[in-house]
């Protein structure tokens, strides 16, 4: 009990599920009674039915976690990818508990939470680290934004009238242009999000790669393409068209001027995620979406 007094542990929570809210008192409970310290931002501690021993924050900053061993969120993958934000300033490693529908980000589902709190008393658990990608945007030569993404970055048409015109480029050389709804600009961990959506293919995890996959392109050649994680992709926006959009995770957006140019390389920053379990990611995708893999003999022994 004296080791962990020292300990520290930042929950973020969607305190809208009513969900979350029971999920943050078992988490917080098990760990005070453990002796580990819990932090909460003071907002999310209003719709919380906390104790006092509790640390209040009052400003969502990465400083928050500082001192923090770990970050908990509870939520969907909304929430995760907010929490993610906070792990990329912090570097503090996330665990995610998946309140949502899938949760490809989540390392627990609501069920598992006595055995999240044990696993964290007892510091059971791994460190890996996800390869984020960096993104500029460059209009007359000069940056006019700067963001970065876990999942992706998605240069899509800003209204529903008119077809997105672009070109696209890869390490500096045009690969195609032609007409679409957008393009999706991956990671491998996003390959099963808005990647996956849009057709692209799903990557494991542990491959080093970034994702190119068009959205409705009016194109004879538009497949998804995997490139090199030291390739830097680009999209160019023609100038003659309507303005469209960046959006970074789903989360941060800014509008695209006609001519403006937007390139994505291997992010400086990793987001570092806790694992608990060792199962493989191909369990984990049969898992998450239910495949049916029935009759499954395997390999002969």
């Not at 999240?116 to 007892?122: E, F, G, L, P, Q």
């Not at 400086?268 to 995620?273: E, F, G, H, M």
């Amino acid at each position: 009990m004296t080791e962990n007094r020292a300990r520290t542990v930042f929950l973020l929570a969607h305190t809208g599920r009513p969900a979350a809210i029971r999920s943050a008192e078992l988490v917080v409970g098990g760990l005070l009674r453990s002796g580990i310290g819990v932090r909460v931002l003071e907002d999310e501690a209003r719709d919380l039915p906390l104790p006092a021993e509790v640390e209040l924050v009052k400003e969502a900053t990465p400083q928050c976690l500082d001192g923090c061993e770990l970050l908990i969120v509870l939520g969907g993958d909304g929430t995760l990818l907010r929490g993610a934000e906070f792990a990329r300033a912090s570097g503090v490693p996330m665990l995610g508990v998946n309140l949502g529908r899938v949760g490809f980000l989540a390392e627990a589902e609501r069920d598992d939470l006595d055995k999240v709190v044990d696993r964290v008393v007892s510091r059971a658990y791994d460190v890996e680290e996800r390869m984020t990608v960096d993104v500029v945007v460059h209009r007359n030569g000069d940056i006019v934004h700067t963001d970065w993404a876990l999942n992706e970055a998605a240069v899509q048409k800003a209204g529903a009238e008119k077809l997105l015109e672009v070109v696209l480029e890869i390490d500096g050389r045009p690969v195609t242009g032609f007409g679409c709804d957008g393009i999706v600009l991956s990671t491998p961990t996003g390959s099963t999000a808005y990647a996956f959506s849009a057709g692209g293919p799903v990557v494991w995890p542990e491959v080093e790669a970034l994702l190119m996959v068009p959205i409705s392109a009016h194109a004879l050649f538009a497949k998804p393409l995997v490139t090199s994680p030291d390739s830097v992709l680009a999209v160019e926006v023609l100038p003659h068209i309507p303005p469209g959009v960046l959006w970074c995770d789903g989360r941060r957006t800014v509008e695209l001027p006609p001519g403006a140019r937007v390139e994505v390389r291997r992010g400086a920053v990793p987001v570092r995620l806790a694992r608990l379990h060792h199962a493989s990611f191909t369990d984990r995708l049969v898992a998450k979406f239910a495949l049916p893999v029935s009759g499954w003999r395997g390999a002969p022994h």
